[in-house]
């Protein structure tokens, strides 16, 4: 999209009430996410979820967040006519352990001790400086994961 400064992303979360196949299975979202944080370590603030965010979006580590979910228990969200949501924006229908709603996850990210320190040391490690995108050996995990296309992007859903 021209002129797009930053980027994020959620996955489809299941409603009980709501018949959409648009539930991504676990292997599916973990090369998705891969891909994203590939993406992440060559165009770094464009893509606004931390590495670490989306590491606990992994289907691995999901139920880690979403059993225990701070969006559930410290924010809110309304409806339509005002009225307060329960349990969350998604509604009390919302399949928490399948939930895709990146919020949950940014905001476990945010209290996350250790991952906040690998990020960090990762940072200062490798990643390019912002503003640039060519640093030798910082884009080559995300050449990998893209194999032969010229876009970091073109494979992403393949
Ligand atoms: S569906 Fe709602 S309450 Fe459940 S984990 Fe996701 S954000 Fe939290």
Known sequence: MPGATRMTFDFYTPVETIN?????????RDRMLDKLIALKRVYRDFIVLPERASELMKPRNSRSVTDNCLFAKKSFA???????KQKCMTGRKADCDRCGCVVPFYMASLVDRKRIVEDSARSLAGWPVRGTRSRPGAADGARAHRGKSSCPAGRAYQ
């Not at 309304?78 to 307060?84: A, R, W």
């Open 20 to 28: 959409q196949d648009l539930w991504m299975d676990s292997p599916a």
């Open 78 to 84: 309304f409806g339509p006519q005002g009225e307060l």
